[in-house]
């Protein structure tokens, strides 16, 4: 069973915050580097133009805690015009897959291309009409269940 982080022990209020260009959206990618979800947690809304992952991420803006944390989250993407993936099989609800980045290349600004990085060589690419992302907490925090933090030297 894993166990609820103490509000004590955690940052005052959850995180939510927004990017509106490239730089922005770099802040948030490192908030969710080496988060987890499985594929059936992402969504696509074509006529709203919204792209949408509901992922557990290891909350690395915390240092203070007593133990490794993670908090559940959804990342959005507005003004999203299409989604083409590499290396996932979108049919296979239950695969995990670990973020490792997020990054924009404009095209025709401020159009572009947003594209999530995934371990195993996968890919999702965004096309986008702007940069206009957010990230929210969701959940309470809880200790990740390995009770570790992530390594990137492994």
């Not at 059936?40 to 074509?46: Q, V």
């Not at 995990?96 to 060589?121: I, M, N």
């Amino acid at each position: 069973m894993t166990q609820d982080a103490r509000f004590e022990d955690a940052s005052p209020k959850p995180l939510n915050i927004g990017a509106m260009d490239a730089d922005d959206l770099q802040v948030i990618s490192a908030l969710v580097q080496d988060a987890v979800l499985p594929v059936g947690e992402m969504t696509y809304e074509r006529g709203a133009g919204r792209f949408a992952l509901l992922l557990n991420r290891f909350r690395w803006e915390d240092k203070s805690a007593a133990r490794p944390e993670r908090v559940q989250a959804v990342l959005a993407f507005e003004t999203v015009r299409g989604v083409s993936s590499q290396g996932i099989d979108r049919s296979d609800k239950d695969t995990v897959l670990s973020l490792l980045s997020v990054e924009f290349a404009e095209s025709d600004a401020p159009s572009g291309h947003v594209t999530l990085h995934f371990a195993g060589d996968g890919a999702l690419r965004l096309s986008v009409e702007a940069v206009e992302a957010t990230l929210r907490d969701v959940t309470r925090p809880y200790y990740a269940p390995s009770g570790k933090v992530p390594d990137h030297n492994a």
